[in-house]
């Protein structure tokens, strides 16, 4: 059964940081390029903002770079996104899903807010 399991949101202050995790199962993994995407309400879209491919070269958002760093543990299958320097304009919830289409089921997100 594949699963994508986001976790690590949470409120903090602009200039915080925080470290989101997804776990994914029943999905070759090791092989996936992944990205970290996000829904932000005032975009009422879901933008993609990072992606790792399996060897672990890596792409940003323009508006993320320098702030956000994605990678991942290819013996844990799981991918990281390290988020600092946060500003409200961050808020949103985030998802995992693979690159350059999503092709598996969203999980449930994990939502970020920022308060200035």
């Known amino acids: 059964q594949v699963q994508l399991l986001e976790s690590g949101g949470g409120l903090v202050q602009a200039g915080g940081s925080l470290r989101l995790s997804c776990a994914a199962s029943?999905?070759?993994?090791?092989?996936?390029?992944?990205?970290?995407y996000r829904w932000a309400p005032r975009e009422g879209a879901r933008e993609w903002v990072a992606s790792i491919s399996?060897?672990?070269?890596?792409d940003y958002l323009d508006s993320v770079k320098g702030r956000f760093t994605i990678s991942r543990d290819n013996a844990r299958d799981t991918m990281y996104l390290q988020i600092d320097d946060l500003n409200p304009e961050d808020t949103a919830d985030y998802y995992c899903?693979?690159?350059?289409?999503?092709?598996?089921?969203w999980g449930q997100g994990t939502l970020v807010t920022v308060s200035s």
């Open positions: 899903n693979s690159t350059p289409q999503p092709q598996w089921p």
């Open positions: 399996p060897s672990g070269t890596t």
């Open positions: 029943g999905i070759p993994f090791t092989d996936s390029a992944m990205a970290w």
